[in-house]
Nanobody
Framework: QVQLVESGGGLVQAGGSLRLSCAAS????????MGWFRQAPGKEREFVAA????????YYADSVKGRFTISRDNAKNTVYLQMNSLKPEDTAVYYC???????????????????WGQGTQVSVSS
């Protein structure tokens, strides 16, 4: 079992920044590729960013590339999502996810993730 707890969401004005954290427990965190997804009202959950288990490979959705940065601290069992230059269209519930397949690369499909956090709300006002 892996437990994931997101934090750091909130309300911010357009152009502002937030940093999301996802704390993991239960299994060897450094063995898991991790990802961030988001879901806006009435829309499907979409991929945002992914990071390999070593942190050496990252991948972003085109919509956030250049504005968001995913990172991880395996000593703290935590993955982060630094979000800069936020836009109203970034408003969504953000979820972190863990992949248990021992992949050494990144995982971008939501169907390939095994565990999910409960989500944290990010709201960006115009």
């Amino acid at each position: 079992q892996v437990q994931l707890v997101e934090s750091g969401g909130g309300l911010v004005q357009a152009g502002g920044s937030l940093r999301l954290s996802c704390a993991a427990s239960g299994r060897a965190f450094s063995m898991h590729a991790m990802g961030w997804f988001r879901q806006a009202p009435g829309k499907e959950r979409e991929f945002v960013a992914a990071i390999s288990r070593s942190g050496g490979i990252v991948y972003y959705a085109d919509s956030v590339k250049g504005r968001f940065t995913i990172s991880r601290d395996n000593a703290k069992n935590t993955v982060y999502l630094q979000m800069n230059s936020l836009k109203p269209e970034d408003t969504a519930v953000y979820y972190c996810a863990a992949d248990l397949t021992l992949s050494t690369g990144v995982v971008t499909s939501r169907n390939d993730y095994d565990y999910w956090g409960q989500g944290t709300q990010v709201s960006v006002s115009s």
